[in-house]
């Protein structure tokens, strides 16, 4: 969030924006199609830009869409960005074309979550992996870093939890210092104390490769999951609510995964004939909610 968008006003904000992602006054003027001087005299107050200038400005720097709406109120614009609910009647060829991709990425799991990494829709076989989570992490609003770290989670089936529980909280702290959030922020620090002491650097240290080794859901078999993850969003939205949402998938790192996802798959659709797309276990379910 921008640190004192009334004190500070515009001038204050766009330096900090410009500041925080490392970028010249003469590099955001060539960016933005504009000069220099006029880009200092914005920053230091001298010069009232347009609304067109000021979503030029944001775009160069890669503000996201919440918080050009923020820059437009600070300089007496109204936000030109809407912010609607998932579950508006708008927003249904939306929720259709992730469904139909939650779907198609079916044997393998897959999340749409928010911002926050709270999660929007799940398919059937995210359900996989959160097989004897506690009841209460899967009440909306349903963290997915939290279900994925916390020891009444996946915790205790994660195989390499040192190295993982890092990847994740290395994410989304690079999130919350990138676009501040004091969400996210406060869920940097809870997560980093649930989280094992940070692993040393060694000769086969991957860094920010971590594949998930995922004990499997019946502790009477002792074979593994590893899973790699893709993240995909809405590059040219327009809609808060839209621009915000993160596409998660898990896909097998071996043949041997990919065979195990696809037969836990089967064996929870012949126990669950009434899931529905996305994940649903049942028409009525909120949003965001996981069987548990």
């Known amino acids: 969030m921008i640190s004192d ?18 970028v010249s006054q003469l590099e955001l003027a060539t960016r933005a199609g504009t ?5 200092s005299f914005i920053e230091s107050g ?25 820059l437009l109120l600070t300089a007496g614009f109204a936000p030109v960005y ?29 999340v749409v979550v928010d911002r926050h990494g709270d999660l929007a829709l799940a398919n059937a076989a995210f359900h996989t992996l959160t097989a004897g989570v506690a009841p209460h992490l ?18 205790p089936r994660v195989v390499n939890l040192d190295a993982w529980a890092w990847h994740i909280i290395d994410r989304v ?12 922020r406060d869920l940097a620090a809870e997560l980093t104390g649930l989280a094992p002491p940070r692993p040393r650097d060694s000769p086969d240290h991957l860094g920010f490769a ?10 009477a078999d002792d074979r593994e999951l590893t899973l790699i993850t ?29 065979a195990l996802l696809a037969a836990l798959h089967r064996t929870r659709s012949h126990r669950s004939p009434g899931t529905g797309p996305s994940g649903a276990a049942a028409p009525e379910a909120p949003p965001g909610t996981l069987d548990p």
């Open 5 to 22: 968008p009334t004190g500070g006003g515009l001038a204050t904000a766009l330096r900090e924006w410009r500041t925080r992602r490392r």
């Open 35 to 39: 000069t220099q001087r006029h880009v």
């Open 46 to 70: 001298r010069s009232a830009p347009g609304r067109s200038m000021i979503i030029r400005l944001a775009e160069s720097l890669e503000v996201p869409i919440r918080e050009r709406n923020d």
């Open 82 to 110: 809407p912010q609607t609910r998932l579950d508006d009647p708008r927003l249904e060829p939306i929720r259709t074309a992730l469904a139909r991709i939650l779907d198609g990425h079916l044997p393998y799991p897959a």
């Open 138 to 155: 899967l009440e909306p609003p349903v963290s997915v870093p939290r279900v994925l770290l916390h020891p009444q989670g996946l915790a």
């Open 173 to 184: 702290h690079a999130e919350s210092v990138r676009n501040p959030d004091d969400r996210l």
């Open 210 to 219: 971590v594949p998930l080794r995922l004990r499997h859901p019946d502790p």
């Open 230 to 258: 893709t993240l995909t969003h809405f590059g040219t939205a327009t809609d808060v609510t839209v621009a915000e949402l993160r596409l998660e998938a898990f896909l097998p790192a071996d043949r041997e995964t990919g």
